[in-house]
């Protein structure tokens, strides 16, 4: 089955308002840059987003957040977005961070048919108490908070019970897509991608390469084809960009000699 999509604004053209979404991606590496751009310029809002973080102010989901169409966030971390700790903190967005493993695997479990699992991230915090501050209120109080955990002893160890994720629609970026919708993800940009694919009802996939059914080995398949409804060509035009880029400065020459190795010199002239 061809599962090409002629273009990125039809291929998210159903995605409704108050929709359900898992993003692929970590920080800006990996992340559906082309398919969230078209969803930016459709009309759907109040979206309830899965990611493990929010873009930046200007780019990836921080281009959704700042139009205003985010109503809520399950995020492991804020990330370099000041807009979305801005919305949180004024109450204009509900958060629910969630601890990064726990997060991913919510979502595999979600793309596995597992409903639930325990997992000893978070005992004896808040992620088990409850109380976490979902919503706040414009006055700055706690609208919204997280309700406490269910809690089971296994071999004389505590664990939670968290709930799988599951999603209206999966937005995933891939290195190369065939036709039938296998797709081969590139070093870490291969991150949430298949955790967020398999966890969505319906999977939208870019690649940056789209290929013919055959050219792909079996063995070199990272996400079957079976996860995706949908591929569509990425827009070659769209910078990657990084989220925060650290450069090393000249390196300097070592003009110090410590006192023994001089004496060690001097004493073999």
Request: proline share 6%; aromatic share 6%.
């Amino acid at each position: 089955m061809d599962k090409v999509v002629e273009s990125a604004a039809r291929a998210v053209s159903d995605i409704p308002d108050d929709a359900v979404l898992a993003v692929g991606g970590f920080g800006l590496c990996g992340i559906p840059s082309t398919l969230i751009g078209a969803l930016a310029e459709g009309g759907a809002s109040g979206l309830r987003v899965v990611s493990n973080n929010c873009g930046v102010d200007d780019w990836g989901l921080g281009l959704l957040l700042a139009a205003g169409r985010i109503a809520r966030m399950t995020s492991s971390y804020v990330g370099e977005n000041k807009e979305f700790a801005r919305r949180y903190l004024a109450g204009e967005l509900e958060v629910e961070l969630t601890p990064q493993g726990t997060l991913a695997e919510r979502l595999r479990a979600g793309g596995a048919g597992i409903p639930a699992f325990y997992t000893p991230a978070g005992v004896g915090t808040q992620v088990e108490e409850g109380g976490l501050p979902w919503r706040y209120s414009p006055d700055g109080g706690v609208a919204v908070a997280s309700p406490p955990k269910s809690v089971k002893e296994f071999g004389g160890r505590r664990y939670l019970l968290e709930e799988a994720i599951t999603a209206d629609f999966a937005l995933v970026r891939a290195a190369v897509a065939d036709r039938h919708g296998n797709c081969v993800f590139h070093a870490a940009a291969r991150n949430f991608n298949p955790l967020c694919a398999t966890a969505g009802r319906v999977t939208v996939v870019e690649a940056e390469r789209v290929v013919e059914p055959g050219e792909l080995s079996p063995d070199a398949v990272h996400l079957p084809g079976v996860y995706v409804d949908r591929v569509v060509a990425a827009d070659p035009s769209l910078d990657k960009r990084v989220e925060r880029r650290t450069v090393r400065g000249p390196r300097t020459a070592i003009t110090t000699v410590s006192a023994t190795a001089t004496a060690t010199v001097a004493e073999e002239n």
